[in-house]
């Protein structure tokens, strides 16, 4: 079993490979596809809450899809792309589970790096936030909020825990110490400080005592397991609330069909944030 301090010594290469998701995983690309075009039938049957401004630009900005009943809870869900790929709109169907169970659903954009550094990404996340706890009843969307992401939306639905709004969160195969990022090639448009180390790694933070559920898959990249393992730990350790939850056979792709499906166990593990 390697050490959780070996990717220290590992070269600029290796330490690529270890967070290279898309090259791991076969068919990636046409899973994400795939995703996108469902998203697009789904935003095409209820487009009355499609792009809800909560920042000056078109990245900042929310797809809501209310319940029929304002006080339902509401599922937020974070995408991924290593902070630099991918938009809200390609997910849409992510959250068909929970609509199916009579929650609402949202979905918040952000700005990608190079054109934006990950401190201002997880600043618009808040803003996105303070949005939401301001005007999500105006909007239909009155019900206690479970944040969820998965990759880059993990690391950042973890950073939004301790936000008055937030009930409980599920962070999906997500990045929780960001030093060994700063060693791969993802930091050419991250650019990521030494700074943006401390204050972004949700593992180095103040412990919050919001619940965390924490998601990963039995066939992802090793780093990816170890980056869950040890956040939980860290938090479990401390008697901070929520669960591991390893999914067998699930890889960093097919893990969000668990949050998707209306009987998917991720669905599950975020309506039981509902009760602590």
């Known amino acids: 079993m390697t050490k959780p ?5 590992w070269d600029r290469e290796t330490l690529s490979a270890a967070y290279n998701n898309s090259a791991a995983v076969a068919g990636s690309a046409a899973t994400v596809a795939g995703w996108a075009a469902d998203s697009k039938a789904l935003r095409t049957a209820r487009p009355a809450g499609l792009d809800k401004p909560y920042g000056a630009t078109q990245r900042e900005g929310w797809d809501l899809f ?27 169907c992510i959250v068909e589970g929970a609509l199916a169970k009579g929650w609402s659903a949202a979905l918040p954009g952000y700005a990608i790096a190079p054109d934006a550094s990950l401190t201002e990404i997880t600043a618009q996340l808040r803003s996105a936030m303070d949005w939401l706890q ?31 709004l937030v009930r409980g969160v599920l962070a999906i195969s997500g990045v929780f110490d960001l030093a060994p990022i700063q060693g791969t090639a993802l930091n050419d448009a991250l ?65 969000l069909a668990e949050l998707r499906a209306p009987g998917g166990s991720l669905l599950a593990a975020a309506e039981a944030l509902l009760h602590g």
Not at 5 to 9: H, L, P, S, V
Not at 66 to 92: K, M, T
Not at 148 to 163: Q, Y
């Open 134 to 164: 301001a005007h999500g009843a105006a909007n239909g969307i009155a019900g206690p909020v479970i944040v969820s992401g998965w990759s880059a939306g993990g690391h950042l639905a973890a950073m939004m825990a301790d936000h008055p």
């Open 191 to 255: 650019s990521l400080t030494q700074a943006e180390l401390l204050a972004l790694s949700p593992q180095k933070l103040p412990l919050s005592a919001t619940p965390i559920a924490v998601a990963y898959g039995g066939a992802e990249l090793p780093e990816l397991q170890r980056q869950s393992r040890e956040f939980h730990a860290l938090r479990a350790a401390a008697g901070a609330p929520g669960p591991l939850l390893p999914v067998p056979g699930a890889d960093h792709f097919t893990i």
């Open 66 to 92: 209310p319940a029929a009943d304002p006080a339902a809870p509401c599922l937020v869900f974070i995408h991924g792309g290593y902070w630099q790929r991918n938009a809200r709109e390609g997910f849409s």
């Open 5 to 9: 301090e070996d990717w220290r010594g």
